[in-house]
């Protein structure tokens, strides 16, 4: 268990992982929080609490997280992933300060990319479509989020959580291994299209 907005519990997490293993491969960071309340209603409602709650948990964690991988990486580098979704580009009803929360998440995704990129470490995020998992069953207006975009995007379909993974293994392994500092879209192609 790890709180990771607390930078030495993140500290003992890499340490008991160094004593373990004494160097990784990849990290993957799919860590988000928003209150209940900062979701839904008018976005400038959204309190200091609530802000600092969102851009705290969903991305100043990255920060810490690939700081503290980054001495445990090999001489060979590795990788590093997040989630994150369209919000962070367009406003989606419902997802309010997450969408500000994801736009400064894939900021930190170019600045760690550059940071790392001379021990080959390489720092990108899928932004995927949505999936109905715990945490989007919150999202107020989620059920219209997928339908509009099953009937909006080329492949006419929603992705699913396999095609996610399958990014992820792709973006974790060496076949990526030029690619960094990218938001890569899994969202059949919803990202693409105008109306």
Known sequence: QCDATQDDQVEAVYDHIKNEWSEIDFVVHCIAYA????????????????FRTALETSA??????????????????????????????RVY???????TAK???ENEVRQLAVEFGNRNIRVNAISAGP?????????????????????????????????VADTALFLLSPMSSGITGAVLPVDAGYGIVAL
């Open 103 to 105: 736009a400064a998440l």
């Open 131 to 163: 999936l109905p998992t715990l945490a989007a069953r919150s999202i107020p207006g989620f059920r219209d989020m997928t339908r509009a975009h099953r009937e909006r995007s080329p492949l006419q379909r929603n992705i699913n959580h396999q095609e």
């Open 60 to 89: 100043y964690t990255l920060m810490p997280v690939v700081g503290k991988a980054s001495t445990l990486f090999g001489e060979s580098g590795g990788s590093v992933i997040t989630l994150t979704f369209d919000a962070s580009q």
């Open 35 to 50: 209150e209940r309340d900062d979701l839904g209603g008018d976005f400038s409602s959204t309190n200091i609490q609530g």
């Open 93 to 99: 009803p419902g997802y309010n300060i997450m969408g």
